[in-house]
């Protein structure tokens, strides 16, 4: 919206061009994202708080958690409205990836509202029934997939890249396409929500990741860059760095309230949004076995549930205390902001290994 403005304004003035260049709007939509976060963000959490949106707390969960019980929860609303926002200010919106993440990211949005919405304004423990909410997330998922297979403009959008491999590109018909963005996009999703347990848990590797797919976006979208590291050139994905900076920035602000102890938790709202942006992004950009490293946090977190639920029905035993991983480590007595913060540390580590997939070929 402004980048039409300034190009308009351009004609008469030639300062307005540098609103051109991906990387100061990036930074703008990073700060502009970051100051709605602080704006709305406390009138926000008294609104809540006022209608006593709450969380509700497990009986079976660790006992430190009792005090977090009537928790403003949907906060993650204040994230997709920074978002947006800023995207909608920042990025060209005659790019159509532009268009296909915000529609991802607003409609697995609209999911997450009407399941939290159940929960904490109907009392129904069991929101969104699960079938309910995985064909809305199915067919937002295929429907993305079909688009971006039948849009593709070269070779390279239909493509699988080994990270750590050069020149080593494995082409994937519309069936083999639209199973994989489905089940990045839909497992991503799912994947953060379940990482969404603690005070800033899933927040801050959701920025770091978010970041880092956002230098993947500059160089894919760049035709000297992407030729120069071996990573697929991608028409129009650099766009997609607008987009993955306001992600950062809304997260940021978020995390001013959510840091422990929390004034608001995101509630499902905000995290099916955001792990359904990160894998759409990365399905677009190519880069969707690095997003599996990149997001370590979020797999182990996904692989403890499911191990433990297998474990329980074949075994009738439990692998660990209990699941999602991180209540594992509070029930060994790790204290809230030590699994948080390490966790953060991992992901940080696995964020730098993603990265260095651009060099390391």
């Not at 920035?249 to 959510?258: C, D, P, R």
Request: glycine share 10%; charged share 10%; with cysteine.
């Amino acid at each position: 919206m402004l980048l039409e403005l300034a190009r308009w304004l351009a004609h008469d003035v030639r300062g307005f061009n540098v609103f051109n260049y991906l990387t100061l709007r990036a930074v703008l939509a990073t700060l502009t994202a970051l100051a709605i976060s602080f704006l709305v963000g406390p009138s926000l959490i008294r609104k809540l708080t006022q209608y006593k949106v709450g969380q509700s707390v497990r009986d079976d969960g660790p006992q430190t958690h009792l005090v977090k019980a009537g928790t403003p929860t949907m906060g993650g609303a204040l994230i997709l409205v920074a978002i947006a926002i800023s995207t909608l200010l920042w990025a060209d919106l005659s790019n159509r990836f532009v268009w296909v993440v915000l529609f991802t990211t607003i409609g697995f949005g609209v999911i997450g509202l009407i399941d939290d919405w159940r929960k904490v304004v109907y009392r129904n423990p069991k929101g969104l029934s699960a079938k309910a909410k995985y064909f809305w997330q199915s067919l937002i998922g295929i429907s993305v997939a079909i688009y971006l297979f039948y849009t593709a403009s070269v070779p390279a959008e239909t493509e699988l890249i080994l990270p750590f491999v050069k020149n080593l590109a494995l082409p994937l018909g519309a069936v083999s396409f639209i199973v994989l963005t489905y089940f990045v996009i839909v497992g991503t999703s799912n994947a953060v929500n379940l990482t969404d347990g603690l005070d800033g848990l899933a927040i801050m590797p959701t920025v770091m990741v978010a970041s880092a797919l956002a230098v993947f976006a500059y160089v894919a979208g760049h035709l000297y860059f992407s030729k120069y590291l071996g990573v697929p050139y991608v028409p129009g994905a650099g766009e997609l760095t607008v987009f993955c900076a306001a992600i950062g920035g809304a997260g940021l602000g978020f995390l001013w309230f959510n840091a422990y102890p929390a004034e608001v938790f995101m509630g499902d709202v905000g995290a099916l949004a955001l792990g359904a942006a990160l894998g759409t992004v990365a399905v677009i950009v190519r880069q969707e076995i690095v997003l599996f490293i990149m997001g370590g946090v979020f797999v182990m977190e996904t692989i403890s549930v499911m191990l433990q639920v297998g474990s329980f029905k074949l075994t009738g035993k439990r692998i660990f205390r209990m699941a999602p991983l991180h209540h594992h480590y509070e029930l060994k007595g790790w204290k809230e902001t030590q699994v948080v913060v390490r966790f953060w540390i991992i992901s940080m580590m696995l964020v730098l290994v993603g990265l260095s997939t651009l060099k390391l070929r």
